[in-house]
């Protein structure tokens, strides 16, 4: 099998031309079939330029040793894209195989804007390229969106349960030692 330089993690019934689509469920047909949960993951170190994770690491039990491994097997550069239901979603607490809900700033553990980061120091570590809050489709939203990704912490800590947001998107980096 020919490996891609993207890796569309949990692919399900998304698939990504070009990508190598991994799933763990046979229905879905994936390129590799395998269990996110078991690491290390079946990939050599430095092998992805990109990662794709739309829906699928809320559903994961150790989101440290997934995100390690994501280090692991990209690039340094490369760039990994999450959406995940952001905590305030509907859809965050109705699906009984969700593990974690995710805030906008759920991955700040991961690039050091945590103060609990010191944790990980020397081990992996990510740069922020992007995060956003998601509204659902429509005017009133899309103005709502302009205005709390404007003002994340205020979102957060006082209107995300008045206006539930859909999901979070974050696009990180991956940073390795030169």
Not at 68 to 97: M, Q, W, Y
Request: include cysteine; glycine fraction near 6%; proline fraction near 4%.
């Amino acid at each position: 099998m020919k490996v891609s330089k993207t890796l569309n993690l949990g692919s399900g019934q998304r698939k990504i031309r070009g990508a190598l689509n991994l799933d763990f469920n046979r229905q879905s047909n994936p390129d590799l079939i395998y269990d996110l949960n078991k690491t290390p993951y079946p990939f050599k170190a430095n092998q992805f330029n990109e990662i794709i994770c739309f829906d699928v690491l809320e559903h994961l039990d150790d989101l440290i040793a997934v995100m390690g491994e994501l280090h692991r097997v990209t690039k340094k550069g490369a760039r990994i894209i999450i959406e995940s239901p952001h905590f305030s979603s509907v859809n965050a607490f109705c699906d009984p195989t969700h593990k974690h809900f995710f805030s906008i700033f759920s991955f700040d553990y991961f690039t050091g804007e945590n103060q609990w980061h010191y944790y990980l120091k020397g081990k992996f570590s990510f740069k922020t390229l992007e995060r956003r809050i998601v509204f659902a489709p429509g005017f009133v939203n899309k103005i709502r969106g302009k205005f709390f990704n404007k003002h994340k912490k205020l979102y957060e800590s006082s209107f995300a349960w008045r206006y539930p947001a859909l999901k979070v998107k974050i696009v990180l980096e991956t940073v390795k030692a030169p």
